[in-house]
Structures are given as C-alpha cells and as structure tokens.
C-alpha cells in the first residue's frame, strides 16, 4: 500500500513560444495562427503521437522501396509499414511522422499517417490532403496509392462527435437531425460499400502493374478482409489465403500472418495454425502479433496456448508503455487483451492468476478519453472478469471481502450498484449468512416496489401525452409485461430454448417504434423505459438469490427451477450440479456430456462432469463416459490452482477407476507453436508506473523549487502555457477553486509555466481574482520536454497534467494540445489511485 499522504504536483507547461522545426513549417500559403500547443499544420496534426519515434527493436524485415533520397525517412517509413499490419496504428503514425521530420516533402510519408487513422476517417482525410498537395513529387505507384485513398475517404461523414457545431439545439431541430440521420444512414452505408469495392478494384490494379510488390498484395489482403467487416462477402478465402501463400514464398516472416488468422478466424480455424506458430516472432516488439494466435487456440479448444499469447502480448506491451511513459488503456486493445487472458486463465483452472489480474485491470488508471467504470476500458472489463471468476469458481468469501472494497463498491451505476448486491447476498447465501443475505434482498426487493410506485403515474403521464399528439392512435405500443408466464418444458431443468422470465426490456424505446414522437414524449418515454429495465433486471436477481438459498437449504428441485428463470445470472454449471443434487445425476450426466462436447478441454465442464459422475450408479456405461473426461482434465489439472475444491472432491473417484498414477500427469509440449522466447524476455507480467524526472524552476517569489521541495509530504503534479494561453488560464481558473480539497486529501497543486520570471508575476498581477496554485517559472522547458509534454517534431511545449505519488511514480497523465479541465475527476481519481499499490 502507498503512503495516505499524497503531493498532487499539477505540472502546468506554459509558454507562446513555437519553437518550429525548419522540416515542420507550415504548408505554403497556409497563413493560420495556432493557439499555443496546438499544431501550425492543420487540425489533423493536434492528435495522435507528438512525440519522436525512434527505431524500435522486434519490427520484422519489411522494406518498401520509397521515392525518397534520406535513409532515415525509409528506415522510419519501413517501421511504420510494419506497425500497420500489427494494427499498431497510433504507433504507427509516429512513426511515418518522424519519417517526414526528415523528408517533410515526400507525399507517401503522410498517406502513411492517413492509413494510421484508418478508423479515423476525419484524421485520415486531413492528412491525405497533406499528400495531395504534394502528389506531383510521388512517383508513379505512390500517386495511384494516394489518389485511391483519397477517393475511398474524402466522402466519409465526420463523427458527429468531433462536429465544431456544439452550439444547444431546440427539440424541433434535434428531432429533424434524428430523422435525417436515420434516412442517410442507409444510403451512406451503400455509398461507403461502393468505395470500398473501389479501393479494392484500385490496389487489385496497382497490384497486376507490380507483380513482385509483396506490400501491395499485403494491401490488397487486408483490404479484403476489412471489406468483409463492412458488410462485403468475402467471395473466396482459398483465394486471398493463396495470395498470402504468394506473400509468403517472398518473404517467409512478413507479418501478414497476422491476416491469415484474421482471414480463418470463426471460418477453418485449423488452416490459421501454421500462421499462428508464426505471427508474434515475425513481429516480435508488436502486442497484437501476439495477441493474435490466441484468436486460433482459443477458437481450437486449446487454451493453455491461448494464455501464453495473450501473456506475451500483455508483456510487450508493458515493456512499451513504461519505457515510453504511457498510461495502459492509451494503448489500442490492451484492455480486450488483458481480459481475454483473464478468460483463459479460468478455462484452465489459474483461477488466482485470473483474480489477481483482473483486479490489477481494476487498479489501473482511469481517464475519461479511454477508461472509465461504465466504459470498454480496463475498469469495466476488470470488474466483469472479477466477478466472472469469483462467482463461476464459487469463491464465495473472496466475493464478500471484494464487494466491500474499492474493486466492487464506490460504482455510481445504479444497475452495477444492484448487481453487487445481489452477488453479495448469494455469497451470504453460501457461506451460512442467512440475515445477510435476506438483509440484501429485502433491499432489492425495496427497491423494485419504488420504482413500481414511481411507474404508475409516469405511464399515466405519458398515455395522456400520447393521447394529445395522437388522437386517433390505435397502434400505440404496450408497455413490456414484466411477468408473462410461460410453460416450461417437463424436464425441471428446462431447455434453453424457453422463453426467458421475466421479457427483458431494453434501456430506450426503439427508435422505430418513436420516429414520430415529440421530443418530450420520448424523454419520458425513455426515462420510463430506464426503470422498466431495471426492474427487470432486478427480478432477475431476487430470482437468483432466491435460487441460491434454495440450494443452501437442500431445496434442489426449487433451486433448479427457480434458478431456469434467472439462467443468465445462475450459469449451467451451477444448475448441473443442483440438478444431479435433486436425484437427477443420470439426465444431469446427459446435459453435460452434450456441454463437455460442444466445448471441450475447459477445466470446469471437465471437473463438473467428472464429478456428476461419480453421483450416478457406477456402470460401464458411467464409466465409458468420465474415463475420457479424466484424461483430458489429467493435464489442466497439471497446471491448475492445487487447491481448487473441484479437484479435491474428485479423488475418491479416480481412485474407484484406478486412475491414480495418470492423474495430473503434464502434457508434452506442442510441436506446432514455432519458436517461443522466454515470457519474461518479452517484458513484465504487470504494468508499473513509471518514475517521474527529477526537475528545478524558480517561484514567483524568485526562489528556487524542485523534486524535493515537495517530496517530504506526499506528491501530486499541472504543465501549462502562461498566462496568455486562454485555455490555460481557464484551467487555472477549474483548479484553483480545488486547490483545498487537494489539500484536505493531503495533495498539493503547483504549476510551471514556460514563461520567464517577469512574465509570471507579471501575469499573476493581471490575474482576475486569487490565485491558489503556486506557480513557477520554467523558460528553458527542460521540464516538459523531460515529461514529454513537448511536440518534437514542431518544436513547441504542450499542456499537461499528472498525478505523481510518494514514491516519485508517474500515477496518471494527460497530455495534449488541450488541457485537462475536470479537476473533480482527477481528485477522486487521486484518492483511488493512492489506495492501491
């Protein structure tokens, strides 16, 4: 645990200063005027990577021949390439920008950054236009490259999201924009369709003028693929899988086996092994070439390899991020890799592996861009796989210590909020806590009267609302009847095909079914539907819980009956093993050797079905049936937790069959996962943060201040750009109200600025109001260009902020052409971050 006190420094970088590199100016003509950390090129340049490439090692052995005079430019060009096809894309783009620091005048260098952005059509529209303006200097197999991807973004919509146009809009206008969208939607998907089937025609003709191009048909490949995902068949895979085999008999190690997988994934898994064996050592420095042959494995059964990739993933990845100070979830997919592996872990039996990495996900640090609890990011997914492992592995006590801790408590979710308590009181339910449990479902239950007293006034609202805009409605949609009985089938276990209990509905109207509707009418329409859903939901789990009491009690014919209405909370297993509990062993030994077929080689099915099992009348039949399960479960064994209880009850059994001496006894190793390094050569298993540079500047007092001067008490860090940036002076103005609360939590607020001593007091004196943070001064910039809150490749200070702990780690940052402006956020952040380790 860290210390409870914590200094906040807020480095706050400042300065007018653009300092530009002579390689970087701005476009000819261009007469534009940049605010201060924002790019003097064009809107496209403020994102992505401001910081230098450099040569990294594990980039594979591509080289594309490019109209360029400077080494340097092809080396980096030829990096970025490779980054591509790893999908390393943010990378990538630093990559091709570092290239054109050398060769600022070569065009393919900035469709390199345009194909960075590939799902950023706005981004990647803006610097194809950079290549555009200097198409005359490609040569003739680069203009045809830049005049495709030209055509195939130049008619994309920008995001809605990024539109400039932020201004509020009256309901009318809101209405009509909702309409509009919905009619384009459909011609713009076929619009979009139609270039993608242009660009492939485009690269497919490149590729019959330069039939030894090995990229170009890498290109093409990719191009086939990614057109699949937007809704165009793939006509023939043996026919792109003989173009790869083409790329291939070039260059043995090019890293489109990375599009193999991609090209067999959920198709004939079976032809992307060879492919698999290959991807990360073709890439080794690239996370996602790795991360990739666990697609193959896992979609194979064979899970044990699937963790190794997505461990060697996670571990390049860190290695990456702590060199390069990076915060984890910046990274693209990290978090789907991490909690993929989580899965794995579980399906062979790692079931502590998987617990403690899915609350190292939870620890991780949050930002609202790309991690927040309600999210995709680390976060969410951590919590999903948290309580995944907990409650399919029944570590009931762990689940009670955790739901009482900053892992599962403190979610503002309201729907969250009611799914840890129900699991807490199923917990309860099975460790002997019956005043808990009911305790708990007293509240949910509590709960679900509310919001039903609340609903009959709103539904009366909204019929009367209904009424009044049609009065001649006789279509008008019911209300989801939360409790529509059905009949399930004989078998009490039921079959998944019933229908679920009670209809769930969504969280919003169907946008079909309220086209027409007002916009207050559908406001309340929506809010209605909120708690209509939540309701729901919480049937759900009284259900569950009630189900989990059941069996608690030795009520297993209620408890598997009660628990098929609830199936999407108590999963199969559990039910299989109420069900062979309430003297159904034989027709329960029927369910899971159907389970145990569709997905063999998981570790619980295997475990469960072995010992549902033992339950029924020891027969040739019984024993024909577990006698393979043992053997396949022998090896997982091998490597799974030694104390997991699924294995402990199983001795008995395997030795009645005479099975001992085979039991856990280790698989060889595969012959078919090529050349695997050490896993602690590829980096570290955890992420840590990294340490913070040690930095001096002078107060606006004229004293000198460092690292150490703030040291003593524990640490926080703002970077801004003087005074005269307004959009630092509105961030002073977000934190300076703060700077007590910060101090009530044991953290202190500073910042830098980039300004001389003279232009900081002379700024303060202007200031309008009182100015809580300490500022200093820092002109010579060193400190941000040691926090890497600098553009490198235009010379200029960029505005930052970061949280930095007692131990001089870097905890959180944000850096960019903008600054941070929730300081509420960061505050609680803070406080969450220092719990933890």
Same mark, same amino acid.
């Given at each position: 645990?860290?210390?409870? =006190?914590?200094t906040?420094f807020f480095?706050?970088?400042s300065s007018?200063?653009?300092?530009?590199?002579?390689?970087?100016?701005?476009?000819?003509?261009d #007469?534009?005027?940049?605010?201060?950390?924002h790019?003097?090129?064009?809107?496209a340049f403020?994102?992505?990577?401001?910081?230098?490439?450099?040569?990294?090692?594990?980039?594979?052995?591509?080289?594309?021949?490019?109209?360029?005079?400077?080494?340097?430019a092809q080396?980096?060009?030829?990096?970025?390439?490779?980054?591509?096809?790893?999908?390393?894309?943010?990378?990538?783009?630093?990559?091709?920008?570092q290239?054109?620091?050398?060769?600022?005048?070569?065009?393919?260098?900035?469709w390199?950054?345009?194909?960075?952005?590939?799902?950023?059509?706005?981004?990647?529209?803006?610097?194809?236009?950079q290549?555009?303006?200097?198409l005359?200097?490609a040569?003739?197999?680069?203009k045809?490259?830049?005049?495709?991807?030209n055509?195939?973004?130049?008619d994309e919509?920008?995001?809605?999201?990024k539109?400039?146009?932020?201004?509020?809009?009256?309901?009318?206008?809101?209405? #009509?924009?909702?309409?509009?969208?919905?009619?384009?939607?459909?011609?713009?998907?076929?619009?979009r369709?139609?270039?993608?089937?242009?660009?492939?025609?485009?690269?497919?003709?490149?590729a019959?003028?330069y039939?030894?191009?090995?990229e170009?048909?890498?290109?093409l490949?990719?191009?086939?693929?990614?057109?699949?995902?937007s809704?165009?068949?793939?006509?023939?895979?043996?026919?792109?899988?003989?173009?790869?085999?083409?790329?291939?008999?070039?260059n043995?190690? @090019?890293?489109?086996?990375?599009?193999?997988?991609?090209?067999?994934?959920?198709?004939?898994?079976?032809?992307?092994?060879?492919?698999?064996?290959?991807?990360?050592?073709?890439?080794?420095?690239?996370?996602?070439?790795?991360h990739?042959?666990?697609?193959?494995?896992?979609?194979?059964?064979?899970?044990?390899d699937?963790?190794?990739?997505?461990?060697?993933?996670?571990?390049?990845?860190?290695?990456?991020?702590?060199?390069d100070?990076?915060?984890p979830?910046?990274?693209h997919?990290?978090?789907?890799?991490?909690?993929?592996?989580i %899965?794995?872990?579980?399906?062979?039996? %790692?079931?502590?592996?998987?617990?403690?990495?899915?609350?190292?996900?939870?620890?991780?640090?949050?930002?609202?861009?790309f991690?927040?609890?309600?999210?995709?990011g680390?976060?969410?997914?951590?919590?999903?796989?948290?309580l995944g492992?907990?409650?399919?592995?029944?570590?009931?006590?762990?689940?009670?210590?955790?739901?009482?801790?900053?892992?599962?408590?403190?979610?503002?979710?309201?729907?969250?909020?009611?799914?840890r308590?129900?699991?807490?009181?199923?917990?309860?339910?099975?460790?002997?806590?019956?005043?808990?449990?009911?305790?708990?479902r007293?509240?949910?239950?509590?709960?679900?009267?509310?919001?039903?007293?609340?609903?009959?006034?709103?539904?009366?609202?909204?019929?009367?609302?209904?009424?009044?805009?049609?009065k001649e409605?006789?279509?008008?949609?019911?209300?989801?009847?939360?409790?529509?009985?059905?009949?399930?089938?004989d078998?009490?276990?039921?079959d998944e095909k019933?229908?679920?209990?009670?209809?769930?509905?969504?969280?919003?109207?169907?946008?079909?079914?309220?086209?027409?509707w007002?916009?207050?009418?559908?406001?309340?329409?929506n809010?209605?539907?909120?708690?209509?859903?939540?309701?729901?939901?919480?049937?759900l789990?009284?259900?569950?819980?009630?189900?989990?009491?059941?069996?608690?009690?030795?009520?297993?014919?209620?408890?598997v009956?009660?628990?098929?209405?609830?199936?999407s909370?108590?999963?199969?297993?559990?039910?299989?093993?109420w069900?062979?509990?309430s003297? +159904?062993?034989s027709?329960a030994?029927?369910?899971?050797t159907?389970?145990?077929?569709?997905g063999? +080689?998981?570790?619980?099915?295997l475990?469960?079905?072995?010992?549902v099992?033992?339950?029924?009348?020891?027969?040739?039949?019984? =024993?024909?049936?577990?006698?393979p399960?043992?053997?396949?479960?022998?090896?997982?064994?091998?490597?799974?937790?030694?104390?997991?209880p699924e294995l402990?009850?199983?001795?008995?059994?395997?030795?009645?069959?005479?099975?001992?001496?085979?039991?856990?006894?280790?698989?060889?190793?595969?012959?078919?996962?090529?050349?695997?390094?050490?896993?602690?050569?590829?980096?570290?298993?955890?992420?840590?943060?990294?340490?913070a540079p040690i930095?001096?500047?002078?107060?606006?007092?004229?004293?000198?201040? #460092?690292?150490?001067h703030f040291?003593?008490?524990?640490?926080?860090?703002?970077?801004?750009?003087?005074?005269?940036?307004?959009?630092?002076?509105?961030?002073l103005?977000?934190?300076?109200?703060?700077v007590?609360?910060?101090?009530?939590?044991?953290?202190?607020?500073?910042?830098?600025?980039?300004? +001389?001593?003279?232009?900081?007091?002379?700024?303060?004196?202007?200031?309008?109001? /009182?100015?809580?943070?300490?500022?200093?001064?820092?002109?010579?910039?060193?400190?941000?260009?040691?926090?890497?809150c600098?553009?490198?490749?235009?010379g200029?200070?960029?505005?930052?902020?970061f949280?930095?702990?007692? %131990?001089?780690?870097?905890?959180? /940052?944000?850096?960019? @052409? /903008?600054?941070?402006?929730?300081?509420?956020?960061?505050?609680?952040?803070a406080?969450?971050l220092?719990?933890?380790?």
């Amino acid at each position: 645990m860290l210390p409870t =006190r914590v200094t906040l420094f807020f480095l706050v970088f400042s300065s007018g200063i653009v300092v530009a590199l002579q390689s970087q100016e701005p476009p000819p003509g261009d #007469s534009r005027t940049a605010q201060p950390g924002h790019s003097v090129h064009a809107d496209a340049f403020n994102e992505g990577p401001r910081q230098a490439a450099y040569l990294m090692q594990g980039m594979g052995n591509v080289h594309w021949e490019i109209s360029t005079k400077n080494p340097m430019a092809q080396r980096f060009f030829d990096q970025g390439i490779v980054q591509l096809h790893g999908f390393w894309y943010f990378e990538a783009e630093r990559s091709f920008r570092q290239a054109a620091s050398f060769d600022p005048d070569c065009p393919i260098l900035y469709w390199g950054m345009a194909r960075a952005n590939i799902e950023n059509p706005f981004r990647s529209k803006g610097f194809i236009e950079q290549a555009m303006a200097k198409l005359e200097k490609a040569n003739a197999k680069e203009k045809r490259l830049i005049e495709a991807w030209n055509k195939r973004v130049k008619d994309e919509k920008e995001d809605l999201a990024k539109s400039s146009d932020t201004r509020p809009k009256p309901a009318s206008e809101k209405k #009509s924009a909702v309409r509009a969208k919905k009619r384009n939607d459909e011609k713009e998907k076929k619009e979009r369709q139609q270039r993608l089937k242009d660009y492939v025609r485009d690269i497919e003709e490149i590729a019959y003028d330069y039939p030894n191009d090995v990229e170009i048909k890498a290109m093409l490949v990719l191009q086939y693929w990614q057109n699949n995902g937007s809704g165009i068949d793939i006509q023939s895979h043996f026919a792109i899988n003989a173009l790869l085999t083409d790329i291939f008999h070039t260059n043995p190690r @090019h890293p489109a086996h990375h599009f193999r997988i991609h090209l067999w994934d959920y198709k004939q898994e079976k032809l992307a092994v060879d492919a698999a064996a290959k991807c990360g050592p073709s890439a080794p420095g690239i996370a996602h070439m790795w991360h990739m042959p666990g697609h193959t494995y896992s979609r194979l059964h064979r899970y044990a390899d699937a963790a190794w990739q997505q461990e060697a993933s996670a571990r390049v990845d860190h290695a990456q991020m702590m060199r390069d100070h990076l915060m984890p979830d910046q990274i693209h997919n990290y978090s789907h890799n991490n909690e993929w592996l989580i %899965r794995d872990l579980m399906l062979v039996g %790692r079931v502590r592996e998987a617990v403690n990495l899915a609350k190292n996900m939870i620890e991780l640090p949050r930002h609202p861009k790309f991690n927040v609890v309600d999210g995709r990011g680390s976060a969410s997914l951590g919590r999903d796989r948290l309580l995944g492992v907990l409650t399919n592995y029944r570590l009931w006590p762990e689940l009670i210590e955790l739901a009482n801790s900053t892992y599962l408590e403190g979610v503002d979710d309201v729907l969250r909020q009611d799914e840890r308590k129900a699991w807490l009181a199923i917990a309860y339910a099975n460790t002997n806590s019956p005043e808990n449990c009911l305790a708990l479902r007293g509240e949910l239950e509590s709960a679900t009267s509310e919001l039903r007293t609340q609903m009959v006034p709103e539904r009366e609202a909204l019929r009367l609302l209904a009424d009044a805009e049609e009065k001649e409605d006789t279509k008008r949609p019911k209300p989801p009847q939360l409790l529509e009985p059905f009949e399930i089938s004989d078998d009490i276990f039921g079959d998944e095909k019933d229908p679920s209990l009670p209809k769930m509905p969504g969280k919003e109207v169907d946008e079909s079914e309220s086209k027409d509707w007002s916009e207050g009418r559908k406001e309340k329409a929506n809010a209605l539907r909120e708690k209509e859903h939540r309701v729901a939901k919480l049937k759900l789990w009284i259900l569950a819980v009630d189900a989990s009491l059941a069996a608690q009690q030795g009520r297993m014919l209620d408890a598997v009956t009660l628990s098929h209405q609830c199936r999407s909370v108590i999963n199969a297993l559990t039910r299989l093993e109420w069900y062979a509990q309430s003297g +159904n062993a034989s027709k329960a030994l029927e369910k899971i050797t159907k389970r145990n077929q569709d997905g063999p +080689n998981e570790f619980l099915p295997l475990a469960i079905g072995v010992w549902v099992a033992s339950q029924c009348e020891d027969n040739e039949t019984v =024993r024909a049936i577990s006698k393979p399960w043992i053997e396949a479960l022998s090896p997982i064994a091998a490597s799974a937790d030694t104390d997991l209880p699924e294995l402990a009850r199983l001795a008995p059994y395997i030795e009645k069959l005479g099975l001992t001496d085979r039991w856990k006894a280790s698989a060889d190793p595969a012959s078919d996962v090529g050349d695997r390094p050490s896993l602690d050569s590829l980096g570290p298993f955890r992420w840590s943060p990294s340490m913070a540079p040690i930095w001096s500047a002078v107060s606006s007092e004229g004293e000198m201040r #460092s690292t150490k001067h703030f040291s003593r008490r524990p640490v926080v860090l703002i970077l801004y750009l003087g005074i005269g940036c307004v959009h630092c002076a509105e961030q002073l103005k977000e934190f300076s109200p703060l700077v007590a609360k910060f101090r009530e939590a044991e953290m202190d607020v500073i910042g830098i600025s980039t300004e +001389n001593l003279s232009q900081l007091q002379s700024g303060l004196r202007g200031y309008d109001g /009182q100015m809580q943070i300490p500022l200093m001064a820092n002109p010579e910039l060193d400190i941000f260009k040691s926090f890497r809150c600098f553009d490198d490749f235009e010379g200029q200070p960029l505005h930052g902020t970061f949280l930095i702990d007692t %131990r001089g780690r870097i905890r959180w /940052q944000d850096i960019g @052409h /903008q600054p941070f402006m929730d300081p509420s956020f960061l505050l609680k952040e803070a406080k969450r971050l220092i719990q933890v380790e």
